[in-house]
Nanobody
């Protein structure tokens, strides 16, 4: 059974850091693209970053470039999202998801396996 489980969210002050984890079971993450998404209240879900199975450099949305870093841990079948210099506008529920293929997609609807999400709140 394919399952993705996120963890690591929480409350952090502006300028602070958090590291989110996404652990997969039921499949080998290395063989598939994996993306991070977020959804703020009243807004649509948006892509934050994506890593293809080819291990080419992850893609990032302009809003997080230079602040967020995505990485893979093959031994633990886990991907991470290191979030630095956090801003209040980064507040959202963060999800990891896979499109079930090796390459990233720019379309949210093409991601068919999702985790339950983890809340990130940036506030003073």
């Amino acid at each position: 059974q394919v399952q993705l489980v996120e963890s690591g969210g929480g409350l952090v002050q502006p300028g602070g850091s958090l590291r989110l984890s996404c652990t997969a079971s039921g499949f080998t993450l290395d063989s598939y693209a994996i993306g991070w998404f977020r959804q703020a209240p009243g807004k649509e879900r948006e892509g934050v970053s994506c890593s293809s199975s080819s291990r080419s450099s992850p893609l990032y949305d302009d809003s997080v470039k230079g602040r967020f870093t995505m990485s893979r841990d093959s031994a633990n079948n886990t991907v991470y999202l290191q979030m630095d210099s956090l801003k209040p506008e980064d507040t959202a529920v963060y999800y990891c998801a896979t499109p079930g293929r090796p390459s990233c997609s720019g379309y949210v609807h093409e991601y068919n396996y999702w985790g339950q999400g983890t809340q990130v709140t940036v506030a003073s």
